[in-house]
C-alpha cells in the first residue's frame, strides 16, 4: 500500500508506528523558558518538555498549539511565529515537532494537568533531561539567546 503522511493529519505509516504532527510552544521570557515535566505515565516520560500536543484530525497548526496552551497551562497565546520543525524517529512512533515561538501570551502559566511547570535559564538547558528529538531544540535556543 503506498503510504503518504501529509503533516497535519494522523496517518499511520504502519500498525505500529504512528506518525504523530505535534505543535509544541517554545515560551521565551528575559532568557528563560517554560517548561513542562512529562509523567512517568507518558512517552518520553520523566523528562522536561516544551508545552504543547497532538494535532486533532484537520485542525491547522496554530489552532492546536493555541488549544494545547490553554488546556495544559490556562494561558492564551496573543503573539507566535514558526521557529523551526523537527522530524523524528522513535522506536515506536515518528514524531514532527512543529515547534512555534511564543512571543506574547495572557494569563498565569500552571500545571492544569498536574505537571510541573517551571522557568529554566536557557544557558541551563543543557543539564535538563529532554526527549531525544528536542536536542535541535536546545541547541538553536542557546546559540540564540544565550
Ligand atoms: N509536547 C511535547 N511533545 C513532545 C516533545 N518532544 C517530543 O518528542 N514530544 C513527543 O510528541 C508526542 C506528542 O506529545 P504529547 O504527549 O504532548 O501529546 P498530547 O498533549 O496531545 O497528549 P495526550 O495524548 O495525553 O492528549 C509524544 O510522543 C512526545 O513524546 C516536546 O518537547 N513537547
Ligand atoms: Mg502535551
Given at each position: 500500500m503506498a503510504s503518504s503522511v501529509k503533516p497535519g493529519s494522523c496517518a499511520a505509516k504502519g500498525p505500529s508506528a504512528p506518525f504523530l504532527h505535534v505543535a509544541v510552544g517554545v515560551i521565551v521570557q528575559q532568557g528563560q523558558v517554560l517548561l513542562s515535566h512529562r509523567a512517568g505515565?507518558?512517552?518520553?516520560?520523566?523528562k522536561w518538555e516544551f508545552p504543547g500536543g497532538k494535532l486533532e484530525a484537520g485542525e491547522p497548526v496554530q489552532s492546536a498549539l493555541s488549544r494545547e496552551l490553554a488546556e495544559e497551562l490556562a494561558i492564551r497565546i496573543e503573539s507566535a511565529e514558526p521557529f523551526m520543525q523537527v522530524r523524528h524517529q522513535y522506536p515506536e512512533r515518528e514524531v514532527l515537532l512543529d515547534i512555534w515561538l511564543v512571543k506574547s501570551f495572557s494569563g498565569k502559566p500552571r500545571g492544569m494537568e498536574g505537571q510541573q511547570v517551571q522557568w529554566f535559564a536557557i544557558k541551563d538547558l543543557d543539564k535538563l533531561v529532554f526527549p531525544d528529538a528536542n536536542q535541535p531544540i536546545v541547541q538553536r535556543l542557546q546559540s540564540l539567546f544565550i
Open positions: 505515565h507518558q512517552h518520553q516520560g520523566n
